[in-house]
């Protein structure tokens, strides 16, 4: 799982308890013993959240300048493809 992925997970497990929650808030009669985990649990995931937007730092910082030679080089190929050679 890339960065992305972790965190869009984590923060679905926070809502998702969050929801959960407020429902067993509006419903006292259907909770049950594992209920009074939900905050620990909460908490535990946006900790989990935090660290990991702290830590988070890009893998390759991509080189423009190479980037650019990539495309003009597409180009002129494409260009050469299209209308003939140059």
């Known amino acids: 799982m890339n960065f992305k992925e972790v965190d869009r997970?984590?923060?679905?497990?926070?809502?998702?308890?969050?929801?959960?929650k407020k429902y067993l808030e509006d419903h006292p009669e259907e909770?049950?013993?594992d209920s009074q985990y939900i905050d620990d649990d909460i908490a535990m995931w946006e900790e989990e959240l935090k660290d990991m937007r702290e830590d988070w730092?890009?893998?390759d910082t991509p080189d423009l300048d190479e980037e650019v030679t990539?495309?003009?080089k597409w180009l002129?190929?494409?260009?050469?493809?299209?209308?003939?050679?140059?």
Do not use: M
């Open 9 to 20: 997970y984590y923060t679905e497990l926070v809502n998702r308890q969050q929801k959960e």
């Open 31 to 33: 909770a049950d013993e």
């Open 57 to 59: 730092k890009p893998v």
């Open 70 to 72: 990539i495309i003009r």
């Open 76 to 86: 002129d190929d494409k260009n050469k493809l299209l209308y003939g050679a140059e």
